[in-house]
């Protein structure tokens, strides 16, 4: 199965929502509304480009559009490997995780995009991309301007971002051109996110970030301060903190995800975007030329997802040794009938257990989860105690 990235601010854009309205999975988006106090429907359906581009919408919008197209792809039965996310997309990959409570997370996000937006508005600033333009020759360029900026985003060999004082980003990206890089071009953020012009709101997201709660992941999870996997939950507090101030390692998570960096680790070539666009793919593509992307972004990709483990025997025989048989899951997977709280049965299923038709497996809020298949039973996907959505995945079981 394949390895979950998700996009972070500025891959948003208007009217994102609109082809997902009358999925299931759009139920997300209102539980999400619910948690936050806010209409994230409207921003995902109705706001323009200027409303969607400042940072507390553009921060909840694609965090929340990324979960609901987290639900929908597990709707289909497919898990990832391992997870990662680019800025606010780190987020969206705790949640994914299980490190990260539904609620908690909407609410943290919510905080994050309110104490970043405050900050820049103390002091302003922007953010360039920097095309044909490695780490290095970014860093050089911002150490030659005048003024404070600085690398803060390293996405690919051939991709920078810089970010700081917009004068000085302007200074950057002329000794960038100068010394070789191809084109520059602005992000569509409303801030110089992760450099130390953060670190007010970093003061702010610090205090919540104390009170909130952090279980261990249950899928591997890539920080992008160290571009290293993190199996602690409570490191995830240091790690969020950090984050606001401290370029994202996107190309070195890419590497840590695929196993390169890692030589005790099975090599990962499956990469699927949950979220707007599909820059990260191009991210992946321009680091792994070998790598098969995905990105999910209207309804539509979920068949080209499905169609993709389906085409490809090599994918097929990598999900094969890892997870037993995975393709048309959706006949061997137990589903929610409801959003809420999963809790499983007194009496125990064990891994390789017989599973009859109407078998009890559970309960979401006192309503019983009963087996529609006879099969073995492979274990559960959900974990005691975990808030679920309707169609979410519970349990597998292999039919044959």
Known sequence: MPAFIFPGQGSQRPGMGRPWTEHPSWEVVEEASAAAGRDIGSLLTDAGS???????????????FSLMILDAVERIGVEPTRLAGHSVGEYSALAASGALGFDASVQLVAERGEAMQAAAEARSGSMAVLVGCDADLADVACRLAEGDVWLANINSTD??????????????????????????????????FHTPLMAPARDRLRKMLQTTVFHNPDTPLVANV??????????????????????????????????????DLDEERFFVELGPGDSLSATVRATLP???????????????????????????????????????????????????????????????????????????????????????????????????????????????
């Open 159 to 192: 991709e920078s971002v810089i970010a700081g004082d917009p004068a000085a980003i302007e200074d950057a990206v002329r000794f960038a051109l100068e010394l070789g890089a191809k084109r520059a071009y602005p992000a569509r953020v409303g801030g110089a």
């Open 290 to 400: 070998q790598a098969t992307t995905v990105p999910v972004s209207v309804p539509g990709d979920l068949d080209r997802l499905v169609d993709t483990l389906a085409g490809d025997s090599s994918l097929h025989d990598y999900a094969s040794d890892h997870h037993g048989e995975l393709l048309y899951v959706s006949e061997r997977v137990v589903i929610s009938p409801s959003a809420g709280i999963f809790e499983p049965p007194p009496e125990r299923r064990d891994v390789g257990q017989w599973i009859d038709v109407g078998c009890l497996l559970g309960t979401v809020s006192e309503i019983e989860i009963r087996s529609a298949f006879g099969g073995t039973f492979k274990g559960y996907i959900a974990h005691p105690g975990e808030r679920v959505q309707a169609g979410q995945p519970i349990a597998w079981l292999h039919s044959s």
């Open 50 to 64: 200027d409303e969607l581009t400042q940072t507390h919408n553009a921060q909840l919008a694609t965090f929340t």
């Open 226 to 263: 160290d571009s290293r996997f993190h199996v602690d939950g409570d490191e995830w507090r240091r790690l969020l903190s950090a984050q606001l101030c401290s370029p994202v390692r996107w190309h070195q998570s890419i590497l840590r995800l695929a196993g390169a960096l890692d030589p």
